[in-house]
């Protein structure tokens, strides 16, 4: 399995942050698994952002959920993320994830290389 | 949201020095937790899930442990390759929260 997180690495304050995950290996399609964002802001702790079912059934952050869409695209079996509005407080690593599906196994066992977003002027 | 708190946030050993790392969560997870490591630069990797429960390709000098709501992760016999943050993550209710991170330093 890979995922690939794309998109800009600079975003301007008050602006929509927009990033793609491309998913090999592994079909976006399948039940067993929910595909999702946790970020890293640099030198500090991981944050979930949200999950995404196949059926697209969604799940954020509640502090986040003003701002946040998540969304797949089977047909190119990728996942994606907005964020609007965003802030120097959003500039983070952005990591693509995958957990299982089955109650309990909401571990993240698959993860991007992760991708670098600044928010500045 | 169930907080985690890790502690001890840094601890320098030396290479074969058995290390313990505690994650305490808020309220009851059950065994629903799992534990990561990630190297400079690098994405977390998963280790260790169902608190105990080692990962394919994990060395078996890592293990994790629970007692209530109390989860410990040992490295018996630490290496140069161990030196990495390490995160609990609880995985029974939403939303997902982590700790706050242990960082290990080899001597």
């Known amino acids: 399995l890979h995922l690939q997180e794309t998109g800009p690495g600079l975003v301007k304050p008050s602006e929509t942050l927009s990033l793609t995950c491309a998913v090999s290996g592994d079909s976006i399609n399948s039940p067993t698994y929910f595909w999702g964002w946790i970020r890293q802001p640099p030198g500090k702790g991981l944050e979930w952002i949200g999950d995404i079912y196949h059926s697209g059934s969604t799940y954020y952050r509640s502090s986040l959920k003003s701002r946040v869409t998540i969304s797949i695209d089977t047909s190119k079996n990728q996942l994606s993320l907005k964020l609007t509005s965003v802030t120097p407080a959003d500039t983070a690593f952005y990591y693509c994830?995958?957990?299982?599906?089955?109650?309990?196994?909401?571990?993240?066992?698959?993860w991007g290389q992760g991708i670098l977003v600044t928010v500045s002027s | 949201d169930i907080q985690m708190t890790q502690s001890p946030s840094s601890v320098s050993a030396s290479v074969g020095d058995r290390v313990t790392i505690t994650c305490r969560a808020s309220e009851g997870i059950s065994n629903y937790l799992a534990w990561y490591q990630q190297k400079p630069g690098k994405a977390p990797q998963l280790l260790i899930y169902t608190a105990s429960t080692l990962q394919s390709g994990v060395p078996s000098r890592f293990s994790g442990s629970r007692s209530g709501t109390d989860f410990t992760l040992t490295i018996s016999g630490l290496q140069p390759e161990d030196s990495a943050t390490y995160y609990c993550q609880q995985a029974n209710t939403f939303p997902w929260t982590f700790g706050q991170g242990t960082k290990v330093d080899i001597k």
């Open positions: 994830v995958r957990h299982p599906a089955a109650a309990g196994t909401n571990w993240f066992d698959s």
